[in-house]
Structures are given as structure tokens and as C-alpha cells.
């Protein structure tokens, strides 16, 4: 019979669960439905249902059973922050899709749980602006950071209202130019032909020399966007990926994609989602401040100047999580970018190990229970899991100096699973913040009906073999007080 205990770690729903034991757990049949597995005890946020899925010894799971403590710090879940039916479209958001996107109701609930008059937000890995457009539709000025030159641009545009008059004059200009340009010099990088059929590369060409020729910069940046996308739409990769994949042959030698169609279509989309912008803020002051740096080291944001960080960072290194450098690359060669600004993958958190601060990842207790657990089954990925994790607590130093006391921390973070190991990230990156001079306040947990994410991901990097990815995320929030 099993034991029944009071569920205290989450402040709803109050009520009675089972505990937990390794035997129970593995003979019940509905750990699948579990309350208590999947979104109660804080045990789970270390734990997780897939090591009890997987082929784990069961000497292997009491040891991680004793091995973690319940967490004392406050965390609750709560459905409201769940969004599954909101419209996360409004205003300039879909203008590109990007990986693992934050939906604007939950970037826009914790700038208004925390705004004051004056307020100035930041998101130092700010994707493709989600919380840069939350905060200037709300008044906020911001700054967004970010490596990829993709993400850069897309922010640029998503924050700029143009008169939609303008742009869909020159929508027209573009596609009467494309008519009439006779010599179409080709990009020349690796692999294009793979990647692209001859005519999508013809039409490619032609289009961007179109959107080139476009003298008003904030007009050519609105057309790149789109362009970016087409050029993602009509290439040979598969639906739905985020690494680079190409299209079964059998499917594509029916793959005729109408380039130019592709591009008035989003185009259109683009303009109505811009219209509604411009006609709202067009003469709105906000400033959005959008740099090319890296938050792992000294940016150029002066000291003490934010009172509010809201921002998602990746999950885990690139390499085994989501790349954003490959759903990059494409468009990134087309926009005429290379070295440096191809290679995100290897330059964002965990792409190298730096052995000369490996002191930094263990200011966490609960990492270094983690890495250990890694260790015991496989040195190098434990290595691959520091290495991010030492790249995210230097970001906590540089957020200390900027971040102003009493100013507040909010990071939206997902608890990824290695080697059957459930990674504690939302409790990892408390600790550090509370190293950084930051005082946690509660950690929300939500379902992830909306995030854009793959519903199967490879962790062992092995063909055919999958494994489900995190169906919810944490809302870390912290309060600086030194």
C-alpha cells in the first residue's frame, strides 16, 4: 500500500498524492497521467517521468532519489500562465517564425508585474523580440541583445512602424524590377545547389537584387525579413526542422516552389501585421536599443541602468537542443553574411568549454549533483552540460552590474533531460542569481500549448533514436538587493 503524504512544494492545487518510491513508480500504470509526477513535487523537477521510463538500474534511481533535496524556495503552478487559446499574433509578432519564440502574453504579463513609470527592460538573448515589441507596444524603452545577425534584423523590423502605404508601393516596384532584371549574379556558397534548385536560386537571385535597390533602409530591412523567409519557404529543407535537413529525394522531385508567389503572400501578411503597428505607435518616442554583443561579457548598457530583465534563454548548448545557427545559416547566406555571423551554433552558451573557469558552475549545489549523476554515464556529455551552464552564470554576473537594486530578474527557462538525467535548470540558475546578488521570489511553472518547439528531439544525436522534449517551462523571478 502505498504512502499517502501532504503536498506542500506548490501552492496549487492543495491535495493529497502518492510518494513516490522507486518501485511504485516503475510498476504503476498511470505514472503517464501522474499529478503529483508531472507537475507537483518539487522531486520531479529533478527527477522527471522519463528516468522512469527509460532503462535505468534501480540502484541508478535511489541514488538520485537521496541525491537531490526537495527545494525550499517558493514554486507553484499555475494554469493562467498556460495561454493555450490566446492569440499570440497580434501586432508585428509572426513577421518570422523562430525557434522556441516566447509568446507575447507571458513577456508582456511580467513587464507589467513589474513596470514603473520610466521603466527600462532588458532581454539579453532577445531572439527574434518578443519582449522588445511587448515593451515598446507598453511605452517601456529596451534593449534586446543577441549574436545572430537573423535575430538582430528580425527585432529591428519588429519594433519599427513603417507607413504601410509605402510598403506596398514598393511591394510593387519590386515585383515589376523582377520582371525586367536581365543579368542575376548568383550568391557562390557551399552547397547551394543541395539546398536550392536552379530556379528558386534564379528567382532568389532576381528578388534580392529587387529588394537591394531599395534606397530607404528601414524599407529594405521590412523586404529582407521577408525575404528571409522565402528563402527558408522555397529551400529544400524539411517542414518544421530547425537543423538543416533535406527533403527525402522521392519528395523532391516534385518540390516546384512558386518563389515569387511565396514572397507576395508573406508579404502581404507582413504589411497587415505592420499596418496595425504603424497606425497605433507611429508617432510613439519608445526607444528600442537592439546591440550586437554577447551578454556573457561586458556589453555597452552602463551600469544600474535596467529595472527589468524578462527574457527565455536557450535550453541547453545548440548542438543538442535547438540550433539556432542552422535554422540561421540559409537565410543568413543569402543576406549576404559569412564567417563569424554563420558560425552562432559554436559561438552561443556550451559551444566551448572554458577550462579556465570552470569554478563558476559550481556556485550550484544543484548543478553539481547533475554533473555528477552525467559523469557516471558519460564524462563528455557531463563536459557539454557544464560548459553551458558556466556560460549562463557569466551572463548572471554581467546582469548583476547592469541591473539596478531592486530591479527585477525574470527568466523563463526549461528543465531538459541528458542522459536520463532531468536537469533542475529553473533551480540551477537561482543560485546563481542568488550568488549574483539576486533574491529569488517564487518560480512559476506553465504548460507549453504555444512555444514554437519540436515534439521529438535526438538527444543522443542518433539516428532513430528520440525522445520527448519538455512539455512545460519555468518562470524563474528574482529581485536584485545588492
Known amino acids: 500500500m502505498k504512502q499517502i503524504i501532504n503536498i506542500k512544494t506548490y501552492a496549487e492545487p492543495q491535495q493529497v498524492c502518492c510518494l513516490a518510491t522507486v518501485d511504485n513508480c516503475k510498476a504503476c500504470k498511470a505514472n503517464d497521467n501522474c499529478l503529483m509526477l508531472r507537475e507537483q513535487l518539487a522531486f520531479y523537477n529533478r527527477l522527471g517521468i522519463s528516468q522512469i521510463d527509460d532503462d535505468i538500474d534501480t540502484d541508478s534511481l535511489t541514488n538520485i532519489r537521496y541525491l537531490w533535496q526537495d527545494s525550499t524556495r517558493t514554486k507553484k503552478y499555475d494554469p493562467s500562465w498556460n495561454y493555450a487559446e490566446d492569440n499570440t499574433r497580434a501586432y508585428t ?8 519564440m516566447m509568446i507575447p502574453q ?5 513587464i507589467d508585474m513589474y513596470a514603473k513609470p520610466k521603466t527600462v527592460v532588458l532581454d539579453p538573448f532577445c531572439g527574434s523580440g518578443s519582449v522588445l515589441l511587448e515593451s515598446f507596444i507598453k511605452g517601456y524603452d529596451s534593449y534586446g541583445i543577441d549574436i545572430n545577425p537573423l535575430s538582430l534584423l528580425i527585432s529591428k523590423v519588429k519594433t519599427t512602424p513603417l507607413n504601410h502605404r509605402l510598403l506596398q508601393n514598393e511591394l510593387e516596384k519590386i515585383i515589376r ?16 545547389d543541395y539546398w536550392f534548385k536552379p530556379d528558386v536560386t534564379s528567382k532568389l537571385a532576381a528578388l534580392r537584387k529587387a529588394i537591394y535597390s531599395i534606397s530607404n533602409e528601414r524599407i529594405r530591412d521590412f523586404f529582407r525579413v521577408i525575404f528571409s523567409f522565402t528563402v527558408r519557404a522555397s529551400s529544400n529543407t524539411r517542414n518544421g526542422e ?18 515569387i508567389g511565396l514572397f507576395k503572400k508573406r508579404a502581404k501578411q507582413n504589411i497587415d501585421a505592420m499596418t496595425e503597428l504603424w497606425k497605433q505607435f507611429k508617432e510613439d518616442e519608445t526607444q528600442v536599443n537592439i546591440l550586437n554583443e554577447d551578454a556573457r561579457y561586458r556589453t555597452s548598457i552602463k551600469d544600474g541602468l535596467v529595472n527589468i530583465v524578462v527574457t527565455s534563454p536557450p535550453y541547453g548548448d545548440s548542438r543538442t537542443t535547438v540550433a539556432y545557427g542552422q535554422f540561421s545559416r540559409l537565410s543568413l547566406q543569402w543576406l549576404g553574411f ?51 551552464y558556466i556560460d549562463m552564470n557569466k551572463c548572471f554576473v554581467e546582469l548583476s552590474r547592469i541591473v539596478k537594486k531592486g530591479g527585477f530578474l525574470c ?17 540551477i540558475v537561482a543560485d546563481f542569481g542568488e550568488h549574483a546578488g539576486f533574491r529569488h521570489i517564487e518560480t512559476i511553472i506553465r504548460k507549453i500549448p504555444n512555444k514554437r518547439m519540436p515534439s521529438k528531439n535526438s538527444p543522443s544525436n542518433k539516428v532513430g ?3 520527448s522534449t519538455m512539455t512545460e517551462e519555468y518562470i524563474v523571478i528574482m529581485e536584485k538587493t545588492k
Open 93 to 100: 509578432h509572426p513577421i518570422h517564425p523562430y525557434p522556441a
Open 106 to 110: 507571458v513577456a508582456g504579463r511580467l
Open 465 to 467: 533514436e528520440l525522445g
Open 177 to 192: 524590377k523582377i520582371s525586367l532584371i536581365k543579368k542575376i549574379d548568383s550568391p557562390d556558397f557551399f552547397n547551394i
Open 411 to 427: 527568466m523563463v527557462v526549461g528543465n531538459r533531460t541528458v542522459k536520463g538525467i532531468q536537469l533542475p535548470t529553473d533551480e
Open 242 to 259: 530547425f537543423k538543416l535537413y533535406r527533403i527525402d529525394d522521392k519528395k523532391l522531385l516534385n518540390f516546384n516552389p512558386d518563389v
Open 338 to 388: 559569412n564567417g563569424q555571423s554563420l558560425d552562432t551554433d559554436n559561438r552561443s552558451l556550451g559551444g566551448r568549454l572554458d577550462i579556465d573557469n570552470l569554478h563558476l558552475g559550481y556556485g550550484s549545489p544543484n548543478l553539481r549533483c547533475a554533473i555528477d549523476l552525467i559523469s557516471r554515464v558519460d564524462n563528455k556529455r557531463a563536459r557539454d552540460v557544464m560548459a553551458f
